[in-house]
């Protein structure tokens, strides 16, 4: 695994450089300013970039949404010390693949770079549960949350209120079941859910009924 790592606190950088090269990953680049990780990865090239939201001069999830609207493969991670439902929700919309706290060990926060290396959407799940002690349980929060879906995401989201399977996802949509699978982890992340039923149960608590012009979306298998 390649990475570029993005912090302004130099003494985590170097802890987890020396964490992940232990290990026989390749640190690419060790960054600690919003505007070097946009340069870095296109230099660098990396598996991942591990990125911090708060830096001195800017955002990091700018900078996820400017790697994403590059183009470039990498995938993006997020450590930070903000675990709010909204945050996560708004990282996932940002195209970022996995968030982690500041607050894990340096092994935890390794193993979610390593579950994301081997294709899964990750949320740790101290992050998780931060954000879901966060979230004021109501409607009008669900609903901003599900602002986040993309159209595809949120019709996946109804099928997971009405018990399917990613098989039948799958087929109901007319796509691969990895890509499936990918949506469905999507849908977990911008809601902060840990499972596919505790999704299906923020729903349906909050008393939110599918709308007609979600049913019209079905296809016939």
């Given amino acids: 695994m390649r990475l570029v790592l993005a912090d302004d606190h130099r003494m ?28 870095a990865v296109r230099r660098t090239a990396p598996d991942i970039c591990l990125l911090d939201i708060r830096f001195p001069d800017g955002d990091g999830l700018e900078t996820a949404r400017e790697l994403k609207a590059s183009g470039t493969v990498t995938k993006v991670v997020i450590l930070s010390a903000t675990t ?6 708004a990282a996932a919309a940002a195209g970022v693949v996995g968030f982690t706290h500041k607050d894990q060990t340096i092994d935890a926060i390794v193993a979610v770079l ?5 294709g ?23 609903v901003r ?31 691969t079941v ?19 039923l505790q999704a299906a149960a923020l729903v349906v608590n909050a008393g939110l009924v599918r709308p007609p012009q979600a049913r019209s979306l079905r296809r016939t298998s």
Avoid: C, F
């Avoid at 985590?12 to 946009?38: C, I, N, W």
């Avoid at 709010?84 to 929700?89: I, L, M, N, Q, R």
């Avoid at 949320?123 to 002690?133: E, F, K, L, P, Q």
């Avoid at 990895?178 to 596919?196: E, F, M, P, S």
């Fill in 12 to 39: 985590l950088l170097d802890a987890l450089a020396t964490a992940l090269t232990q290990r026989g990953h390749v640190v690419a680049a060790a960054v600690s300013s919003r505007g070097a990780v946009v340069e």
């Fill in 84 to 89: 709010d439902a909204e945050t996560v929700a």
């Fill in 145 to 175: 949350m599900m602002r986040y879906l993309t159209e595809r995401e949120l019709e996946v989201l109804w099928r997971l209120v009405e018990g399917e399977t990613t098989e039948a996802i799958a087929r109901g949509l007319g796509i």
């Fill in 178 to 196: 990895n890509t499936a699978r990918t949506h469905v982890q999507n849908v977990l992340v911008k809601l902060g859910a840990h499972t596919r």
């Fill in 120 to 142: 899964e959407t990750v949320i740790d799940a101290d992050t998780a549960a931060a954000g879901s002690r966060s979230r004021p349980h109501g409607e009008s929060d669900l």
């Fill in 114 to 118: 390593e579950r994301v290396h081997s």
